[in-house]
């Protein structure tokens, strides 16, 4: 069976939500251990039996993540690390630091090779299936080639996720023209539109909402933005036609209505999958959202173990080995 080694101390709600959310996932199946402060953890497990690892140091989401990694070697996302090298575990899932998770894996897992930068990939919906963002966090000042590794590692992804053939990559831009965008993007243009990949061109934030491509690229600061911004757009959405709803919507066909629009909401609810995959570091690592309650985080571990029965890990590294 399967083990997925949880962070108990990453995230705003660590580690009471945390262990929760460990704990349904176990109850739905999936095996997992917890590492962190079991002073913390234990008096919430009750008599659920999940392994607990001692690690009682802990990084805040404001420290300097590569100090702090460093510094504390006892940190629980530290540990997590540490098992998956050992090959105690199949993967590691964290809603904590972005950065001390990223800087935890370099270290501690090393980068495959190749692979110049690590990048976050987000899985999106579309109106009919999903697309991949990246990078969404992780390299924030890039040079051209890493853009065209992105690329490479997006693509990839897609065929292992989605099960298809010469994915559609896009650049994401100010434009869709050539000659839109910063040096960088321009540069990456010509690097992509050379290669080999299903490269259609340069695409807008606009795109998200269409079929255009599979894999959109930009820089970590970038994606990082555009991510926040969708999920916070479909936050809007969801509370304006609420509202509208209760105005307008006379009174006794409410239920029937918003039981209609359930699905649509889940699919816009980033708590029903709640994990971005770290690419480039060597082992399944998944990342989860800072403010992630109980919910979040089984479904995150959840979406962490289909990654696992898909030998997403072993497809994808045999892959990026044509970097």
Known sequence: MNTIAVDAMG???????IVKGAIKAKENGVNVVLCGDENLIKPYLGSTEIPVYHFPQVISMDEDPLKAVRSKKEASINGCMQLLKEKKVE???SAGSTGATLIS???IL???RGVIRPAIASVLPTIDRSVILLDSGASLDVKPKVLYQFAVMGSKLAEALFDIDSPKIGLLNNGEEESKGRELEKSAFKLLNSSSLNFVGNVEGRDFATNKVDVFVTDG???NVVLKTLEGTAKLQQSLI???LKQNLFKPFLPSVKKALKPVKDQLNPDKTNASYLLGV???????????????IMNGIQY???????DFIGKFSDAIKEL
């Open 11 to 17: 995230g705003d709600s660590a580690p009471v939500e």
């Open 91 to 93: 993967a590691v899932f």
């Open 105 to 107: 894996a370099i270290t």
């Open 110 to 112: 090393g980068k495959q």
């Open 221 to 223: 600061f970038t994606g």
């Open 242 to 244: 609420s509202a509208s």
């Open 282 to 296: 060597d082992g399944l690592v998944t990342i989860g959202h800072g403010s992630s309650k109980q919910e979040a």
């Open 304 to 310: 962490t173990n289909e990654s696992i029965n898909k």
